[in-house]
């Protein structure tokens, strides 16, 4: 799950499909990153941690990281939360980047569509509950789809 800071979107996305996988039984490993390393070490942004304890998740553990191109090598799938986002993948992945592993994250919720999540960032809480609710509908859909999907190694 990757987004610019990995403090607002892509920490609610990655507490959101660990707590949905867990519940279904599934066994995957469930990261977040950013693109840009303003944020680095920090904790999610206290309206991401607000709503997702609202909702039950608790996100307050994770700590932002900067996207690496080894995460291609460590993960089968990855999202991007917004077309912005997918650039800089592209930018910093370079001849790691697999466009068959790379998605925008609202695909799997509007196939073909090419949204993004909107970024709270700049607003205030009620944008955290719209991207709370975005990103908790297209959890739902990645559980559907890859359930009972095996991953060829
Ligand atoms: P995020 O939101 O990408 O959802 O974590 C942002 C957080 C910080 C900044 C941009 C987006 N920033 O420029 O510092």
């Known amino acids: 799950m990757v987004c610019l800071g990995n403090?607002?979107?892509?920490?609610?996305?990655?507490?959101?499909?660990k707590?949905?996988?867990?519940?279904?039984?599934?066994?995957?490993v469930v990261d977040s990153a950013g693109t840009n390393g303003y944020h680095v070490g920090e904790a999610?942004?206290?309206?991401?941690?607000?709503?997702?304890?609202?909702?039950?998740?608790?996100?307050?553990?994770?700590?932002a990281r900067r996207f690496v191109k080894e995460d291609f090598d460590r993960y089968d799938?990855?999202?991007?939360?917004?077309?912005?986002?997918?650039?800089?993948?592209?930018w910093i992945a370079k001849e790691k980047y697999?466009?068959?592993?790379?998605?925008?994250?609202?695909?799997?919720?509007?196939p073909g569509k090419n949204?993004?999540?909107?970024?709270p960032w700049y607003?205030?809480?009620?944008?955290y509950h719209e991207v709370y609710k975005?990103?908790?509908?297209?959890?739902d859909a990645i559980i559907s789809k890859y359930a009972n999907v095996q991953i060829e190694k």
Request: aromatic content about 4%; some cysteine; hydrophobic content about 35%.
């Open 44 to 63: 999610p942004h206290r309206l991401s941690q607000k709503v997702a304890k609202l909702n039950g998740i608790d996100i307050c553990d994770q700590r």
């Open 123 to 127: 607003g205030t809480e009620p944008g």
């Open 77 to 90: 799938k990855i999202y991007a939360m917004a077309d912005d986002v997918l650039d800089e993948i592209k």
């Open 134 to 139: 975005l990103i908790d509908e297209t959890c």
């Open 98 to 110: 697999n466009p068959a592993k790379v998605d925008l994250f609202l695909n799997e919720l509007h």
């Open 115 to 119: 949204k993004s999540v909107p970024d």
């Open 19 to 28: 707590h949905r996988a867990k519940e279904a039984g599934l066994d995957w």
């Open 7 to 17: 403090i607002c979107r892509s920490p609610l996305a990655e507490g959101i499909l």
